[in-house]
């Protein structure tokens, strides 16, 4: 995770969606392997021996960076490690402001796909520029939602998310992270029977997901969602929306895991001990108890 400059709590969010962001752009180099979140958060704000990583986790490279924010400017410091080495093999600064932090997400991407010398997947493949809000506040009130969002999942948190989310698209109704984090939410309380109206609700969240998927269709975390969705009631459907989750990011825990789960849910166990066992390789586990 990279590490925020600014020493102010409230700024956490901005450092952790870089982090997020990134690791999805990269996720999607061909036939790269990247951890997922989860797992690269438990190393948040912890001292890391750079060969002890990669025995841990069954890497070769690890991305470090910080994030320092003044005002409207942005400033980002990347290096790219060799873990058996445990040297940088490059490093590099990108400076810009909030309104252009999507092309310096870009920028970082491209200069590292070079230096592991991997070819990045086709733009229309990839989240472009063009999608991304140009709106630096509805930005924030997204980044803010998603890091709500990552929280232990209870009732009030996953409301707070919400309007969060639902700012940031009062600001910009266009703004597609915080179309999918609504219907992220919209979804858990179906999920969690937190709902008052769950047909309603289901239909708010696909159309969501769908206007998603509209604008973005390389979205593996849409079609987890709207897998979510259709296992109640639809676990035939469901099983598609993760199998296209794991075409666009077949490194995703989530996907694979709740594949698994839908697999159960049509009566087909037998056939969900693969993805579940995917998914447990590839969760987040606590380094100090692997060890």
């Known amino acids: 995770p990279f590490a925020n400059l600014n020493n102010d709590p409230e700024q956490d969010f901005f450092a952790d ?21 989860g797992t690269a958060f438990t190393y948040k704000n912890k001292q890391v021996d750079l060969k002890t990583l990669g025995k841990e986790l069954g890497i070769r490279w690890a991305v470090q960076g910080a994030v320092q924010r003044a005002g409207g400017q942005v400033r980002m410091n990347v290096s790219l490690s060799d873990l058996s080495t445990g040297q940088d093999v490059w490093s590099d600064r990108f400076d810009g402001d909030r309104t252009s932090l999507a092309a310096l997400q870009e920028q970082v ?4 796909a070079r230096s592991l010398n991997v070819q990045l997947i086709q733009a229309e493949s990839r989240r472009s520029q063009i999608d991304r809000s140009k709106n630096p506040d509805a930005v924030d009130f997204s980044m803010r939602g998603w890091a709500k969002l990552y929280e232990p999942r209870i009732r009030s948190t996953n409301a707070q998310a919400k309007d969060l989310f639902e700012s940031a698209l009062r600001l910009d109704p266009d703004n597609i ?39 973005r269709p390389a979205t ?50 037998r056939e969900a001990f693969s993805p579940v066992q995917i998914a447990l390789r590839l969760s987040p586990r606590d380094p100090a108890a692997s060890s």
Not at 109 to 112: D, G, H, V
Request: hydrophobic share 45%; proline share 4%; net charge negative.
């Open 17 to 37: 969606g870089i982090t997020t962001d990134l690791t999805t752009d990269l996720a999607q180099i061909p036939g790269a392997f990247v951890i997922g979140r």
């Open 109 to 112: 991407t491209a200069r590292l």
């Open 177 to 215: 992270d915080a179309m999918l984090g609504k219907a992220s939410c919209i979804a858990n309380d179906v999920i969690n029977g937190w709902s008052t109206s769950v047909v309603e609700d289901k239909k708010m969240a696909i159309r969501l997901v769908d206007q998603v998927l509209a604008k």
């Open 220 to 269: 593996a975390n849409a079609h987890i969602v709207k897998g979510n969705i259709l296992n109640y009631g639809n676990p035939q459907e469901a099983l598609l929306e993760y199998d296209a989750a794991l075409e666009i990011d077949p490194n995703s825990p989530v996907a694979y895991g709740n594949k698994g789960i839908v697999l159960i849910t049509a009566g087909r166990a």
